[in-house]
């Protein structure tokens, strides 16, 4: 059972910053590429960035020079960091990761976390 738990949302207000967490446990032999999505009331959900296990990372443009991702192999874990948050970012935010179980696991799955809520307002 591989299980992806995320972390650090709530309320901010405009410009402020948030740090979400996202961490992968269970039965895991090796991750590869790890995201983040997010979901706003009444859109469909986009990604917002992603990060391989070689540390290449992508990101929506709407959020490029606010938001970095990263991980940290030894912890299982990617993280969101996001800055200057604005109202349009309001969403559900999601992670996940293409994980295989074990050396025969392939290819890789893909396994998501229930998310998390990053509400940006006054």
């Known amino acids: 059972q591989v299980q992806l738990v995320e972390s650090g949302g709530g309320l901010v207000q405009p410009g402020g910053s948030l740090r979400l967490s996202c961490a992968a446990s269970g039965s895991i032999f090796s991750i590869n590429t790890m995201r983040w999505s997010r979901q706003a009331p009444g859109k469909r959900r986009e990604l917002v960035a992603s990060i391989t296990n070689d540390f290449s990372t992508d990101y929506l443009d709407s959020v490029k020079g606010r938001f970095t991702i990263s991980r940290d192999n030894a912890k299982n874990t990617v993280y969101l960091q996001m800055n200057s948050l604005k109202p349009d970012d309001t969403a559900v935010y999601y992670c996940?990761?293409?994980?295989?179980?074990?050396?025969?696991?392939?290819?890789?799955?893909?396994?998501w976390g229930i998310g998390t809520l990053v509400t940006v307002s006054l």
């Open positions: 996940n990761a293409d994980i295989s179980r074990d050396l025969s696991d392939y290819p890789p799955k893909q396994y």
